[in-house]
Structure formats: structure tokens, C-alpha cells
């Protein structure tokens, strides 16, 4: 199914009784998710991921705007007539239920035509929980269950009326490192089995990176950037898209452009034809160095760091924004750590050069 979303809308009044301040949660939001795919709602804390979730849901009323599954108009409809399955970051299960009755309670509520006789119910729940695979469970109560196990409990019982679109909501944040893996691995596997448009709501960069078929950046209700992860890794629109991707997280330098050429500090780092003179904000991937005896950037050396397959190595320069610059070269090349300086020249494609007030990108010709 696939989810138009049109200059979709939502201000809260203000919660302080003294200030008449509203709080606009999502602005403008303008967005065709394709029938299908996976989608990662991405952004800090309080950007609005959860409140266009709600909208999208029916739990919340946009301000303005419209919302419609395929071509219905759903901005209307009741949360119950829209055929969505919701997961929260809390399980949110019944309690004193096992998992059979968990996931059978959103059928046992049809009515009319809707409504299903018991072996259609315990089929469909049966279904539900193979594809995510808790069939073996289904006497235990939650309390007898796993984090992740529970959060599949809801998975299935958002899964049982096979909705429209599946929506989730931080749905692994309760859940240790292992766990999170995994379960988000889980998550990818369903979504292609079902082929359920789903849309993932989360603050890890890496998760929504990972599961996404494409990502929407949003930062303080609006919508920054759309894409496939990489596409957004790769051509960041602004320097907090750049910031928000990544990990180790890109390394932000203070620069300058003259006459064609980018510097740090006073060292003439790359080419960047067609730049006007100005300052600039400069961002570089921490691939983005490469180890070079001759190479144009400067750094102090602070230490090495073997990962295996690579090294990290963390430096600083007076122009960096951060405390430390980290860069991650291929292990096959060696650092002496007792070493004071170390020289990088850049790979261009792994270097972003944004104005420095709008911290917007300025886009060069990479040779
Ligand atoms: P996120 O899920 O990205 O953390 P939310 O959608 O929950 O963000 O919130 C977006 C903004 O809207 C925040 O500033 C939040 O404080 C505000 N907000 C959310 N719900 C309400 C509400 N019911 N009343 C007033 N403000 C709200
Ligand atoms: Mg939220």
C-alpha cells in the first residue's frame, strides 16, 4: 500500500500556561512512501518522528494536511478503519494474557462481516506468530518472555489483521545490544516476507541505515532529506544530515575557500573549482584520509587504535571543530604511534564543503 503524505501538518498548543508559544511537532511534511518498502523515520529526539507517526496512524489529527493510503483519503478515518498494525518501544502486552490471547485480541474485536470464527482466528494467529516465530510460545505468559521475544508478541499481534501499513515506534529501544541485532534483523526478514509497507520510526542513525529501504531525515519537525541510506551517507544536503550519518561520526573542520582551493587552517587541502571565496564549514568522512607522508593536511597525533581489519587514528588540528579527529585507514598500513604529526591528503568524494551561516552544501566538481 502505498502512503501519500501532503504538506502534512501538526502544531500543539502550548503546554505552559504562561507563554502562548505553540509548538509546531511536524511542518510541511510532504512525502510518497512506495508501496512495500521498508521506510526510516530518523532524527534526534523531539524532531516529530512520533507525532507523524501518530498521524499516520490516526491516533493524532494533523493541524492541516492530508494523508492517503493509496488513493483513499484516510486523514478522516478512525485509527480502527485505517488497517494499520502499531508496535510501541514498550511491548505494551497484556499482562495476565498468553501469547495466544495477546495476539488474538485484535480479532476478536471485528464485527459484522469483518468478524471470524474461531478456527479463522486461531489460524490467523498461528500465522502470526510463525513469521515471527514464536509459534513454540504461544501458552507462555510475557512475564515468561525474553525482551525481544515480547517485542515479537507484538509484532505478531500488530501483524494478525495483516494491516495496510505496519508502523513502529522506537520498537527496539527497550532491548539490549545482542538483542537489537537481532530483532531488527527480524524485523527486515518480515517486512520482505509480508511485503507490508512498513514504516520504522527510530533516533539510531545505524538501525534506520541498516533495515531502510530509504531514510527521512527530520530535524525539529521538518524534513531534511530523503533518500536510500547510502545516497544520504554519500550526498548530505547540510552539514546536520552529515553530522546525524555515520559512526565514527564525520569530522567537521573550520575552513576557507581562495581562489579555487579549500583550507584548514593554512594548509591548501583539495581543489574545489568553482567555489566563490568565503568561509566554509568542511566535513570529512572519517575514510576520508588517506595516510601520505607528503599530504596537504596537518595533524598532531594523539593515538592509534587497532580495530583488526582497520585503524583508527585520533589526531587534532586547531582548525577542527571537535576536540579530536578521528580517521579509519586500512590496517595494512602502519602508524607509528610515538610519531607527533601525521600528514593526510583526501579522498574528494568523502569531502564536504557547507556555507558556513545556512550550513547548507556547496557542491563542487569532484575530479
Ligand atoms: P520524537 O518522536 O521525534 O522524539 P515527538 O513527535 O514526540 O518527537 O515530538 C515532537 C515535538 O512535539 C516535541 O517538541 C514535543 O515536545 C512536542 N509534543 C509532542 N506531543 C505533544 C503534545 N501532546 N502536546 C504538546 N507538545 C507535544
Ligand atoms: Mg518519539
Do not use: W
Amino acid at each position: 500500500m502505498k502512503v501519500v503524505l501532503e504538506n502534512l501538518t501538526k502544531i500543539f498548543p502550548s503546554r505552559n500556561k504562561k507563554s502562548n508559544e505553540e509548538v509546531v511537532a511536524v511542518s510541511d511534511f510532504t512525502f510518497t512512501i512506495p508501496d512495500g518498502k521498508l521506510i526510516g523515520l530518523l532524527g534526534p529526539s523531539g524532531c516529530g518522528k512520533s507525532t507523524t507517526l501518530y498521524m499516520i496512524s490516526g491516533l493524532q489529527k494533523p493541524t492541516s494536511g492530508k494523508i492517503y493510503f493509496g488513493d483513499d483519503d484516510v486523514t478522516e478515518l478512525s485509527t480502527e478503519n485505517r488497517g494499520v498494525g502499531l508496535v510501541f518501544q514498550n511491548y505494551a502486552l497484556y499482562p495476565h494474557m498468553t501469547v495466544k490471547q495477546n495476539i488474538l485480541f485484535p480479532l476478536q474485536n471485528l464485527k459484522g462481516a469483518d468478524k471470524l470464527s474461531k478456527e479463522e482466528m486461531l489460524e490467523k494467529a498461528y500465522n502470526a506468530a510463525k513469521l515471527v516465530q514464536l509459534d513454540e510460545l504461544m501458552d507462555r505468559k510475557p512475564s515468561e518472555l525474553s525482551g525481544g521475544q515480547q517485542q515479537r508478541v507484538a509484532i505478531a499481534r500488530a501483524l494478525v489483521k495483516m494491516p495496510r501499513v505496519l508502523l513502529l515506534d522506537e520498537p527496539l529501544s527497550n532491548l539490549d545490544a545482542r538483542l537489537r541485532l537481532q530483532t531488527r534483523e527480524e524485523i527486515r526478514r518480515i517486512q520482505r516476507e509480508t511485503g507490508i509497507t512498513t514504516i520504522f520510526v527510530t533516533h539510531d542513525q545505524e538501525e534506520a541505515m541498516s533495515i531502510s529501504d530509504m531514510i527521512v531525515v527530520m530535524k525539529l519537525g521538518v524534513v531534511q532529506q530523503t533518500g536510500a541510506p547510502q545516497d544520504v551517507y554519500d550526498d548530505p544536503t547540510n552539514l546536520f544530515v552529515a553530522k546525524f550519518l555515520g559512526t565514527p561520526p564525520i569530522n567537521v573542520f573550520d575552513g576557507s575557500v581562495k581562489d579555487g582551493k579549500l583550507y584548514i587552517g593554512k594548509d591548501a587541502v583539495m581543489d574545489v573549482p568553482g567555489v566563490a571565496n568565503q568561509d566554509v564549514t568542511v566535513g570529512i568522512r572519517p575514510e576520508g584520509f588517506i595516510l601520505d607522508e607528503n599530504g596537504p593536511l596537518h595533524c598532531k597525533l594523539s593515538s592509534v587504535e587497532v580495530l583488526g581489519r582497520d585503524v583508527s587514528i585520533v589526531s587534532t588540528n586547531a582548525a577542527s571543530v571537535n576536540p579530536i579527529i578521528r580517521s579509519i585507514i586500512n590496517a595494512d598500513n602502519k602508524v607509528d604511534p610515538t610519531r607527533e604529526t601525521v600528514s593526510y591528503s583526501l579522498k574528494p568524494h568523502k569531502v564536504f564543503v557547507f556555507n558556513k551561516e545556512t550550513e547548507e552544501r556547496i557542491h563542487f566538481e569532484v575530479k
